[in-house]
């Protein structure tokens, strides 16, 4: 077995899960058959595409789509760009997908997509390209009633913007080959294909920075819950759009972030640094070492640089965990000082590490519930083009705050009553919501 394979890792969540129910009193018909078909993706998709180089020359770049389940709606989920792409990647995140929409109690499965490739290393034409390619790849298989991706890591509202394009006039050429034409009205309906749309393509308000304030408002109810009050520090792992959006809105609650990290390292402002300030610098410099930004300026004195091992391991009240999957394993479990971990990445903390913090007293707030803002927002950006509406950011946010109160304090329930972790807490009211819509 593949070490801290997140496939596996998500099999073993289910697994929990799965025993709780089996052995609570209240009894799921048929749940051994029901759970078995949740092993699997319904569905994988394999796309090659081949991308013209700035050079002229060809490259074949390999893609996936994999749709795990929709017994409670169209598949949802985003799309990836990373070297370390892979099929069992993309499952365990489809499948995680499916149990957070159900988390937060939203009418959508689970699905995510992939294209191995280290976008950085590609221009902005090559880019578009390879987008345009996935785009088409998949236009047969997704639709707003069907499978409606979304941004992951990498990935962001112009390349949704592209692939939104070629989706469309896909559609438009398959109309056009049967002798009717797509409407105007269901052209920009099927917009709702693809969600995290740069707002003048049909996007959300509030959308971009969803699943930062939607990982402030699940920490807000649970730290109600462990009774964590006074001036509260924390410390980030991973400094792009999530990462960023939850260090800016833990900063405005009063929150200390004292350090963030990225793939090239990390920083320690004990003051507590000032997110846009930092972030101004980072675009500036292109790294965030010097970026020693609070208040309202940025000093060499105020801070220092930190490796992300260490970022991990620092003495705060909140780890947050931003970056990607396997941040915290069984072997730097034990060094966790912090007093809660909040897990805004998917799949930060591995099986292993679970067990280690459970049996250290530090709870988890499970990604599946932390950063489930994001596609909930995504879910609200599908149901306004569908119903051809546009929605304010206050309408947003006062619908995101309500959805992550609910989902926090069902998921807080579930492990009273269950007496569970909150991970397993929250794979079981997933799971059970899941099996419902499997009658
Ligand atoms: P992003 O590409 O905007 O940012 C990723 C960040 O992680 C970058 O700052 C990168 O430098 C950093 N990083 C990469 N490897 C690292 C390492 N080893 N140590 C420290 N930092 C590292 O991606 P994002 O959209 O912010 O996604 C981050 C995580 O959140 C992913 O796990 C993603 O699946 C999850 N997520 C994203 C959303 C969303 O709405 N974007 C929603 C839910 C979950």
Not at 58 to 73: D, H, T
Not at 88 to 100: G, I, N, P, Q, T
Not at 348 to 367: N, R, S, W
Request: aromatic share 6%.
């Amino acid at each position: 077995m593949q070490q801290n394979n997140p496939f596996d890792n998500a099999m073993q969540q289910l697994g929990k899960a799965h025993a709780v129910l089996a052995s609570s009193k209240k009894k799921i018909k048929n749940i051994d058959q029901k759970v078995a078909v949740l092993k699997e993706p319904q569905r994988i998709v394999n796309v090659t595409l081949p991308v013209t180089m700035d050079n002229g020359e060809q490259k074949i770049f390999q893609g996936y789509r994999v749709q795990f389940n929709n017994a409670r709606g169209p598949y949802k989920g985003g799309i990836r760009y990373h070297h370390n792409v892979s099929l069992d990647e993309v499952k365990a995140l489809s499948f995680w997908m499916a149990m957070k929409c159900a988390v937060a109690d939203l009418p959508l499965g689970g699905g995510k997509g992939g294209i191995i490739v280290d976008p950085k290393a590609l221009s902005q034409g090559e880019l578009e390209r390879l987008s345009r390619a996935y785009g088409k790849a998949i236009a047969d298989l997704i639709g707003p009633d069907t499978d409606v991706p979304a941004p992951d890591v990498n990935t962001n509202g112009v390349i949704m913007g592209w692939m939104v394009d070629e989706y469309v006039s896909a559609q438009k050429k398959k109309a056009k080959l049967f002798g009717t034409t797509l409407s105007a009205k269901n052209a920009k309906r099927l917009k709702g294909t693809f969600t995290g749309k740069a707002i003048a393509d049909g996007g959300s308000e509030g959308r971009e920075e969803a699943t930062g304030l939607g990982g402030l408002f699940v920490l807000q109810a649970i730290i109600k819950k462990l009774k964590l009050s006074g001036t509260l520090t924390a410390a980030v792992q991973g400094f792009g759009n999530v990462g960023y959006n939850v260090a800016k809105f833990l900063d405005e609650a009063g929150i200390r972030v004292v350090a963030v990290s990225d793939s090239k390292g990390g920083i320690y402002v004990p003051e507590g640094i000032n997110p846009a300030l930092t972030l101004e610098c980072k675009k500036k410099n292109g790294y965030l070492a010097g970026c020693y930004c609070s208040g309202s300026v940025c000093d060499l004195k105020k801070g220092k640089q930190l490796t992300n091992d260490a970022l991990l391991e620092l003495p705060v009240d909140i780890l947050v965990p931003a970056a990607l999957e396997n941040a915290i394993t069984g072997k730097n479990a034990a060094r966790i000082k912090a007093k809660v971990v909040l897990e805004m990445a998917n799949g930060p903390t591995t099986p292993e590490a679970d067990t280690v913090l459970y049996k250290k007293g530090i709870p988890v707030i499970p990604d599946i519930l932390s950063n489930s803002g994001g596609v909930t927002v995504s879910a609200f950006e599908w149901e306004q083009n569908l119903k051809g509406q546009h929605w304010t950011k206050a309408q947003v946010n006062k619908k995101l705050a309500g959805k992550m109160a609910s989902a926090a304090e069902a998921v807080w329930q579930a492990s009273v009553t269950h007496k569970t972790d909150l991970r397993t807490a929250a794979f079981v009211v997933a799971l059970e919501r899941i099996l419902a819509s499997m009658e």
